[in-house]
């Protein structure tokens, strides 16, 4: 708890705090007049500007800590005789930061990211070498411009590489790594220091665990207890309810793949979840709920298609090194060396967020009133008649409990209007440029095609209360997905089927977009 000492210092001597030993100021954010206390912590919100500020013992440690770890960058000269720091110095550092609240962590990665980062001074006087160099020879142009390459390397980085040779090193600095996403998501600070610390974090991540590094691993029903049991807790789409349903989920006509990596031993980083069926499924509940008994024999004439149902990274640190890209592709070669007549490759996605866009919209029709962008006049009626009440008011309602459902006659009404919507909300709705639903965009960006639209395929109340129990096939045509993904990600353009385009065609003549 801060004194009350304390707070009456940082109140009177706001205007000239950085002058005042007592008190130390970390960063300044925009923000509204209050006042927050956090464990060791004060914000003060001064002038439109919020000062975070915290007691000076917790400061002088950090600083203690860095100064003591965080070794110089070694001279050019030396940059390959330098003898490493002790362990010890990695061992303290993890120590320490493992240590602090989850409060404390965004100003000690402040102040590790700006007072031991790169160099600049140095940068730029090496900078107005590589300038004067153009004029001499090649090889004086090519030292100069190696010279400042390493010294655009921050001193931090190498205590993070020493880091990742003692044993847990590269777990923590995935975990690390996870803490400036979860800084830098949650605005907690906008430092540009924090997001080159990232940027590092990512580099050095994404050759680490790069797909030769990796280990594809199928999970079956003997495979260790507690690598079956992380994968139940990982499963981020389809909950496993209990021992059976991972039973089944290994079982026959199924498949579970992960990626490993030696570093982190027993920790699947990336899940996905397979199911081998006659032609590409359109529900979701005959997979996860329809099964084989235990001890059938696969009939290689009963597999067809491979059913992608569920892909988890479960290392928030290794967001955007794109595992579950490389594991799809590793896995499809997989299946074709098991079933070589093999060739039809798709997902079946659920589609989260698209209920609660559908709601915003008929939340706008409310306030703007009906400028029917979603109902055609027949539909409007058709809807009051079977509702009894105002089409807009019982649609939101009804959708927003899941009540529609129960509804034969509101179900075949809304079928039509929910698909051309849904439709329109994965092919048109847009974030940057790319696909709003975050799914869409991770399949798109893989170059798979956006294939099939499935009403009813998945009636639990979890894909009803997120898509009107509506799924989507991404289909893999492996020999256009490279093409498919470079012009994805170059020209934002979907690959989408016939069925997708004339639902979206059906949306834009509706709501004459
Ligand atoms: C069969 C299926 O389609 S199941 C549905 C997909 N799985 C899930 O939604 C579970 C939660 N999500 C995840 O586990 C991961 O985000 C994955 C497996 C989808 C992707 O992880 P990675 O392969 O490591 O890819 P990466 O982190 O680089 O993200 C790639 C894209 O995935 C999408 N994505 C990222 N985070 C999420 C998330 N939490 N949920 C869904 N999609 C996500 C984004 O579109 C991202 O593109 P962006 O980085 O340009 O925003």
Known sequence: MLSLGFVRTVFYNARNLRKRASVTCINNFRGWECLQQAPNYLYVYFRKQRLCFSSTSCVKNMEEILTRNVDSLPTYEMRDKSPPPPESSSLEFIQFYRSLDKSQRPEFLFKLSSDFGVDHKSVAELAANVMDSQKRDISTVLQAEDRLRYCLTPRYKVLLNHISRVEGGVKFLVDLKADVIEILASKTSDSPHIRDLNGTLKCMLSEWFSVGLLSLERVTWKSP????????????????????????????????????????????????????????SDNIQTIVRGFSPLDAVEDINKVNAAVFYSISSTQPGLQGVELGNYLIKRVVRELQGEFPHLNQFSSLSPIPGFTNWLLGLLNE?????????????????????????????????????????????????????????????????KHRGYALNPVANFHLQNGATMWRLNWQADTSPRGLSASCGMMVNYRYFLQDTSANSGRYLKTKEIEASDQIRNLVLQFQKASKL
């Open 225 to 280: 207890c507690e690598l079956l049991q992380k994968i139940s807790q990982y499963e981020a789409v389809h909950p496993v309810r209990n021992w059976t349903d991972i039973k089944r989920r290994v079982g026959p006509y199924r498949r579970c793949y992960v990626f490993t990596h030696g570093a982190m031993p027993g920790e699947p980083l990336v899940v996905l979840h397979v199911a081998l069926k006659e032609e590409i």
């Open 365 to 429: 029709q409310r306030k703007e009133g009906p400028s029917n962008r979603i109902l055609s006049d027949m539909e409007f009626r058709d809807i009051e008649e079977i509702t009894g009440g105002r089409a807009y008011e019982t649609m939101r309602k009804l959708l927003s409990t899941n009540e529609w459902v129960s509804s034969g006659r509101l179900v075949k009404a809304l079928e039509p209007v929910l698909m051309r919507l849904c439709a329109w909300y994965l092919y048109g709705e």
